[in-house]
C-alpha cells in the first residue's frame, strides 16, 4: 500500500482538512511531520515525503489487535474540525488503516449542578 495515497483517499472520503501530522514508518524507522500552521508548501512535501509503499499487512504472528509497534505505519492525525486520528489494524484481516475518533457528547448527568 502507499501512504500517500491511503492518506489521501481517507482526507478525501472523510472530507477532512489536517491541521498537523506525525506519521512513522516501522518498516525503515523514519519519521515525517506536519506542523500546526502549515503552508501549502509544507503540505505538498509532506505527503511527498510519505509518497512510499509499506506492507499494509500484518502476519499472523505479530498481529497484537493494534499494538503500535507490530504495525508497519502509525501516527496520529490532527483535523481542522477537532478530531483526530490515528493507526488501527483489522482484528480479523490484520490490515491497517487510519481509524478517525470524535469526541462524544457529554451527557446531560454529567454536567456540573448550578452553584457548584
Keep these: ?14 472530507d477532512l482538512t489536517l491541521k498537523c501530522a506525525e506519521v512513522r514508518n516501522y518498516e525503515d ?5 506536519l506542523r500546526k500552521g502549515h503552508s501549502r508548501v509544507d503540505l505538498a512535501m509532506f505527503l511527498d515525503e510519505i509518497d512510499f509503499d509499506y506492507d499494509a499487512e500484518m502476519p499472523a ?7 503500535a509497534k507490530s504495525m508497519h505505519l502509525n501516527g496520529a492525525l490532527w483535523f481542522t474540525d477537532g478530531t483526530w486520528a490515528d ?4 482484528a480479523w484481516t490484520g490490515q491497517e488503516r487510519w481509524d478517525r475518533v470524535v469526541t462524544p457528547t457529554i451527557p446531560p448527568h454529567l454536567h456540573a449542578l448550578k452553584g457548584d
Excluded: P
Excluded at 500500500?1 to 472523510?14: D, G, P, S, T, Y
Design 1 to 14: 500500500m502507499n501512504a500517500k495515497q491511503e492518506l489521501v483517499q481517507f482526507l478525501r472520503e472523510k
Design 29 to 33: 524507522g523514519n519519521s515525517y511531520q
Design 61 to 67: 504472528d505479530k498481529s497484537h489487535f493494534g499494538n
Design 87 to 90: 493507526r488501527d489494524s483489522d
